[in-house]
């Protein structure tokens, strides 16, 4: 194996970890609601705290990331993914549980800059959509394996959730043990004129050319002062990663992510069929990122986006109808539809994109804007879902209706971005 295939996976630990603690709660919040005897207040909190860490976190992570170097806040992240599953699995009060999903959410935001970051600037340009794709396939596939364990540990009579998220445990390790050994991202070394370890960054990756980066004498490198990325020169990618992000979220996939046997229990499954559903969405999400990944760099993102924003409409429309009561049998099928739609086109491109479109000097600013904004949208979706389906008998056909006409006006905003498929990241304006 290459070594920047290498250290492109130990980096991507930090996804699967992402998306393990996305998609555990879908298992345990019912059982949590039951135990502490929560109000829909408290239970809206319980599920949405998480998301309240990870806006914080996709706030903060470009300065840290700018000030301190990619890598050791990617210890820093596996360091709180691990305190956040010990104290989630052991917490014997309810505010105490809600302290420590904090700290895994915080982990989920800064990872969902620095992650990308850190593998679109050591992968070469050929291969840069799939590498830094490897963050959002191990995303699904956290995703997936929070949705096995969950099924799995739903037969123990007792405490099934402190299993659930405490099994995470184990990964989040592996993670900080081997984040240890990954490079300094050279493109960061160069910035702060440490051109010597740049030099050593490079030799450990492997190929010098593989990554376009002037490193002649004359170069004038100098260590970078703190970019305001609010000017003029910025406003372009600075609307198309908030865009995205805005349209990312509006089709509704953390609110199918985080609610999914809910909404099959809304349709009329048993309560052990719902918790075995959503394992056939993590399967499929799976599979079709990994399609995605595997053609991003030959088809580009832009022609990915819009394709699978027609198979998405159509499928969110099935969706919808199928909660109102028509061919409701086949609801897992539309589902399952809508979700390889989306992992083909907006999971396989957006923290590609979010990680390319930014200018060196602003890259870990301007993607740490564009989580924020993701995870921002994240929130207010996944908050307002249980409020619009328990307020009326119809609530989950309007939200999926709601869903399926953002996509429309998400496939006239596709047409307008650029492409970045195969460009150095020097080059992208």
Not at 21 to 42: D, H
Not at 151 to 167: H, K, P, S
Not at 175 to 190: A, G, K, T, Y
Not at 254 to 263: D, E, H, Q, T
């Amino acid at each position: 194996m290459k070594p920047v295939w290498k250290f492109t996976l130990i980096a991507s630990l930090g996804g699967f970890l992402f998306g393990f603690e996305t998609a555990v709660i879908s298992g345990a919040e019912q059982i949590i609601q039951k135990l502490w005897q929560l109000s829909p207040a408290r239970h809206g909190l319980t599920v949405s705290v998480s998301l309240i860490g990870t806006i914080l976190g996709a706030i903060i992570a470009g300065q840290l990331a700018n000030r301190y170097g990619r890598k050791p806040i990617l210890y820093a992240i596996a360091l709180l993914y691990l305190l956040s599953a010990i104290g989630c699995a052991l917490a014997s009060m309810w505010e105490v549980f809600l302290l420590f999903r904090f700290f895994g959410g915080l982990a989920v935001g800064i990872s969902s800059v620095v992650g990308p970051v850190y593998t679109s600037e050591i992968a070469p340009a050929k291969d840069r959509g799939k590498l830094t794709g490897t963050f959002q396939i191990m995303i699904v596939t956290g995703i997936f394996t929070a949705y096995l364990t969950n099924f799995i540990f739903l037969g123990l009579e007792t405490d099934a959730w402190r299993y659930m998220l405490g099994v995470m445990a184990l990964p989040a390790f592996l993670f900080v043990i081997l984040v240890r050994r990954i490079p300094e991202s050279p493109r960061w070394l160069l910035q702060m004129g440490d051109r010597s370890k740049a030099s050593e960054s490079y030799a450990l990756i492997g190929d010098q050319e593989m990554i376009c980066v002037p490193m002649t004498e004359s170069e004038d490198v100098r260590p970078p002062r703190q970019v305001n990325l609010f000017q003029k020169r910025y406003a372009k990618p600075i609307t198309l990663a908030i865009l995205l992000a805005f349209f990312n979220q509006m089709t509704g996939i953390n609110a199918i992510l985080y609610y999914a046997p809910r909404i099959f229990e809304m349709a009329g499954f048993s309560a052990e069929l719902s918790y075995l559903q959503p394992i056939f969405i993590g399967g499929t999400n799976l599979l079709f990122t990994l399609m995605g990944m595997s053609i991003i760099d030959r088809f580009g993102r832009k022609k990915l986006l819009l394709t699978g924003a027609v198979g998405m409409f159509f499928f969110l429309l099935l969706s919808a109808y199928g909660l109102k009561g028509v061919h409701a049998d086949y609801l897992l099928f539309f589902i399952i539809g809508f979700i390889a739609a989306f992992a083909l086109s907006q999971g396989a491109v957006i923290w590609v994109f979010l990680a390319e479109i930014f200018p060196n000097e602003a890259r870990a600013q301007g993607s740490s804007l564009g989580s924020t904004a993701h995870w921002l949208f994240a929130a207010i979706i996944s908050w307002l879902f249980p409020i619009i389906v328990e307020g009326t008998v119809l609530g989950g056909f309007y939200a999926f209706l709601f869903y399926a006409s953002m996509v429309v006006l998400s496939f006239i905003f596709i047409l307008f971005i650029p492409e970045t498929k195969g460009r150095p990241l020097e080059e992208i304006k």
